[in-house]
């Protein structure tokens, strides 16, 4: 048996050297991308140009005109952007590895405890202990996966009226690319969902993995090949937790972020799982030449040497398009999910607004440097996952699904922002859940 990764808390005031740079390269890339042909499948409908930023939403300097350059983008620009199939198109073959969806793991059910923390993860949980000192309904717990031979700690929000803790549905929550506590720690999550009847599960680890199954290969190491986290989480996980937890089988799952993508997956790779679908600020293409560098992007930041190709394999076959929700949007329709699924989608325009400002911002008001991030690095995100977003809803449209969806004029990429989704997308789930 061994431990799943480190746990991180909540992300530093400051991004990482080169996150900036990271985002101008994938803006970058949007506005070079060629103009393939239009792809008649999609809704030419175009959504309106993203609202101009607040009044001294920038910051001083040379940073204000990469903030500009968002608000001047043209209408043309942004046609051209969602009526092509830019988002659709394969990136370059790689010559990576390919692989049968068929030759994914086997699923054998996980060992769950409830009411305990993760043994080895002591040290590691104690500072996410404070989540359940000051509330008595949110407890630890944890599962061992057969498929990655690995501990997972979790934290799960019971309803507060122990009267409604039996028969309840549960919501998975994924955090983003650093995992940790985020949902919990900087939204109100844990008070509105208190009172909603519904547990709520927020895995601890699984920080850079995309909570994918990664593609099993000779190139890989050990420990990118023992990265199966949607086996784990789909097959592995729900029936053995929510037993214990004596749900009543509705499900819904969340994510942010990178964990956008992932719930996205989860859900179209296995239709009738879950009830609901809440995808927040992220991007539903990964193997397109603009998916597939978003996808580097992230993966570079765990500094452990992964790339997609590692992943997905080579973004021209079968298993990169298994993984890749934007060609796949007919997977989330009533014939494929079932008449009561329900899909939420949100996304900021990248603008910053109030909740972006040093003085202003949630997260940490006052701070300079990190309203800089935010406004800067933050918005270059938000720009393209919004363009993203819209592509994806034009395709699932076309494909005859329904999914609600919240486009908010200004917002940049950060936890200030993200917690809007919490409220947000309750009606959508509670209608999934209820």
Known sequence: MRFCMSIRSRRSTSAKVGAAASAATLLLSLTTVPAFAVDNSVDNEVSPTPADPVEGAVAPGEKVDAQQSLAQMSSEALTTLLQ???WTQSSAPTGGPQMDPADRPKAQPAKVKVGEMAPGYEEQLAYFQHHVADHDN??????????????VPFLIIRPKDPAKRDNAPTLYALNGLDAGDGWFANTNAIDFYSDKGINVVMPLTGAFSYYADWIKSDQNTDEQNKRQWETFLTRELPGPLESELKANGKRAIMGVSMSATSVLNAAQHNPGLYNGVASISGCAS???TIGKLAVDQVLSRAEDGSKYVNMFGDPTGEYARYNDPMKNPEKF????????????????????GAESLTTTNPMFPGNKEAAENFVIAGGLIDFPANLCTHAFDLRLKSAGANPETKYYPTGTHQWGVFSRAVEDSWPTLQAALF
């Not at 949110?138 to 501990?151: E, G, H, I, K, L």
Request: a negative charge; proline letters at 8%; aromatic letters at 10%.
């Open 84 to 86: 092509t199939n830019s």
């Open 333 to 352: 329709t009533p014939q494929h999910q079932g008449e009561d699924f329900k899909l939420f989608l949100s996304a900021p325009s990248g603008l910053a």
């Open 138 to 151: 949110v407890v630890n717990a944890w599962a061992y996966s057969p498929s990655m031979d690995a501990v």
């Open 286 to 288: 990964t193997s397109s």
